[in-house]
């Protein structure tokens, strides 16, 4: 059934206030009121589960201040696309916990690049203990949405990510149900692969507004489902009994006579969006106001839209403007 308000899940912890995925973003998240928290997930060298939005860490890290690492600057091919840079995969845990995180987007987030260097990388099992141990802190039971990143690029290389997840969640408790867990990814090969190992968690399908998951391009070419595809009736039809719902580029939602939440609840799926931001530089051009980049637009007006879309989760990056908005 549709939710009454839905999810405010805090995008990588409280992004819009401190460094993503560090540990006070986590924590500043919980305390401003968020249902769950979303922690995306890569792998090390040694296979140890660590929470970045990507495997190329030279943005959001201090590794490129590290002398000892320059050599491991590279270019690779990930998911179909070159990237250059140092990559999470080249690295042990333990050389990877000598960095410090830095804000993504310093020229939109001045506030938060303040916090630069203060912090190390967290693993997903730290990311679970904060999740729980803040559930008991603040007296209400907060969720996990947790993200998988390249899962293909990952099994290609040796570190599938499947078997690496289930360890992790059954070592932490977090495999039986016994706390609120779901399960995202863009490609829907290794949610199928999670489920059949057992793991109690709800199943979502994150698409994009445009292009096809490499997954399946991959087994398929392009002759696969476009993403833009798999929302319309017919290719929701396919995902009912393989997935519990689907996470939309909020662009989708925002256009004009989409029916994309209505069509996804009418096969009993659940609806997520991303990313609800106030500022100017991520709203749609009839919401943004004026200043700089940084600044906050009419952000309320575009979050209505998406709010009497009958979605039934936000991801937000300002968690305290999320919980205010969706649940007033």
Known sequence: M??????????????????????????????????????DVVATKDGVLVVRHENEISGTTDVADHPEFAHRRTTKRVDGEALTGWFTEDFTWEELSRLRGRERLPEVRASSASFDGAQGILRLRDVLDIVRDGSAEH??????????????????????????????????GWAD??????????????????????IVAAYVYLIEASGRPYDRLVAEGRQALTYKATVQPAGLDRLV????????????????????????????????????????????????????????????????????????????DHPDLGVAFFRS
Do not use: Q
Request: aromatic letters at 8%.
């Open 241 to 316: 009994g393989e997935v519990d719902g689907i996470s939309v580029d909020k662009r989708m939602l925002l256009a004009r006579g989409n029916t994309i939440v209505a069509d996804a609840h009418a096969r009993g799926l659940t609806v997520f969006t991303w990313t609800c931001r106030p500022e100017n530089a991520f709203l749609a051009a009839e919401f943004r106001g004026g200043g700089g980049r940084g600044d906050f637009g009419d952000y309320e007006a575009e979050w209505g839209v998406i709010a009497r879309s009958g979605v039934d989760g936000v991801f937000v």
């Open 177 to 198: 149900g016994e706390l609120p867990l779901i399960i995202e990814s863009f490609e829907s090969t290794v949610l199928g692969d999670l489920r059949d190992r057992g």
């Open 2 to 39: 549709p939710r009454r308000s839905p999810l405010v899940i805090g995008h990588r912890g409280a992004p819009g206030y401190r460094p993503e995925h560090s540990r006070s973003s986590y924590e500043l998240a919980l305390a401003m009121g968020v249902d769950a928290v979303e922690p």
């Open 139 to 172: 007296g209400r039971e907060i969720g996990v949405v947790l993200e998988i990143k390249h899962a293909t690029y990952f099994a290609s290389i040796g570190l599938d990510p499947a078997p690496l997840i289930e360890r992790e969640l059954r070592h932490a």
